[in-house]
C-alpha cells in the first residue's frame, strides 16, 4: 500500500456495547475483541506496518466494577499465555507501557516474561497500553526530568525511542481521545469508524490505512 503509517495505534472501544446488543455480559465482548486484536495485529504485519499500539486499559478504566476490572486483568494473562507462539511465528516485538506499578506482581513478571522472548523480534512492535493516560505520562516525565535535568520531555515519556502515531483509530463511533496519547498524538491523522471494536476486522484495518494513504499532512507548513 502507498503512504502506509509507520505506527498505527488503536483506541478500542465498543466491547461493552457490542455484548451488550447480544443481551451477553460485557466480559463476553472483551473475549470476542481479544479476536480483533489478533485479527488487526496479522493484517498490520502482513501490510508492512512497523509500530502497532493498542490502548486496552486506561488509568481511569481502574474505576469500573472489580469484577470487569478483575475480568480484564484475567483476559491480558491468558492473552499473553496463549499468544506467545503467534507473536515468535510473526516475528512480533511485545511490549506494555503504563503505570506498571498499579498492575498485579502475576501480570508484571508474566509481561516482562513476553517482553524478554520476544525482544530480539524486528518485524513489528506491538505495543499494549495497559494502565495509561496521557496526563500521566506526562506527569510523571516531568517529575523525571526535574529529577534527572534536560529541558526535553520526549525521552521520559513512556514512549521514548517509539516514533509518535502516524495513525490513531477510534472504534464504537465515540469522536474522543479519551486521555490517550496527549503529547504524542499532537500530528496524529485520526479515523473515527462507528464499528464496535470486536468487529473490527482485517478488512476494517484495510480500509483505515486507505483512508490514511490519502491524508495529506502538512505539520504546521505550508506545502
Ligand atoms: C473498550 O470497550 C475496552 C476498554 C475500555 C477496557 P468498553 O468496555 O469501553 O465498551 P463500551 O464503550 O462500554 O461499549
Ligand atoms: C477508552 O475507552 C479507553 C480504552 C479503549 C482502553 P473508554 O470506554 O474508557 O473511554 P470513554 O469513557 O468512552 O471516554
Ligand atoms: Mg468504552
Redesign the pocket.
Given at each position: 500500500m502507498d503512504n502506509l503509517p509507520v505506527h498505527v495505534s488503536i483506541?478500542?472501544?465498543g466491547n461493552g456495547r457490542w455484548a451488550k446488543e447480544r443481551g451477553l455480559e460485557r466480559e463476553k465482548g472483551h473475549l470476542e475483541g481479544v479476536g480483533s486484536v489478533r485479527a488487526c495485529a496479522q493484517e498490520a504485519v502482513r501490510q508492512g506496518v512497523k509500530y502497532l499500539s493498542l490502548?486496552?486499559?486506561?488509568e481511569?478504566?481502574w474505576k469500573r466494577p472489580d469484577s470487569e476490572v478483575g475480568a480484564l486483568m484475567a483476559l491480558m494473562m491468558k492473552s499473553i499465555r496463549e499468544e506467545v507462539g503467534t507473536m515468535m511465528e510473526n516475528g512480533i516485538r511485545f511490549l506494555v507501557l503504563g503505570n506498571r506499578a498499579r498492575l498485579s506482581d502475576a501480570l508484571n513478571s508474566a509481561i516482562s516474561g513476553l517482553e524478554k522472548k520476544t525482544a530480539s523480534n524486528n518485524t513489528m512492535t506491538m505495543i499494549v497500553f495497559l494502565s495509561y493516560s496521557g496526563q500521566w505520562d506526562i506527569a510523571q516525565a516531568a517529575r523525571k526530568m526535574a529529577e534527572n535535568g534536560g529541558d526535553s520531555i520526549e525521552p521520559y515519556l513512556v514512549t521514548a525511542g517509539i516514533p509518535d502515531p502516524d495513525l490513531i483509530i477510534r472504534t464504537s463511533g465515540?469522536q474522543?481521545i479519551?486521555n490517550y496519547m496527549l503529547w504524542q498524538a499532537a500530528y496524529s491523522e485520526f479515523y473515527f469508524t462507528a464499528k464496535l471494536w470486536p468487529d473490527f476486522r482485517e478488512a476494517d484495518f484495510r480500509a483505515a490505512l486507505n483512508d490514511y494513504s490519502g491524508r495529506d499532512r502538512r505539520y504546521g507548513k505550508v506545502k
Open positions: 483506541i478500542m472501544d490502548f486496552a486499559f486506561s481511569e478504566n465515540e474522543r479519551s
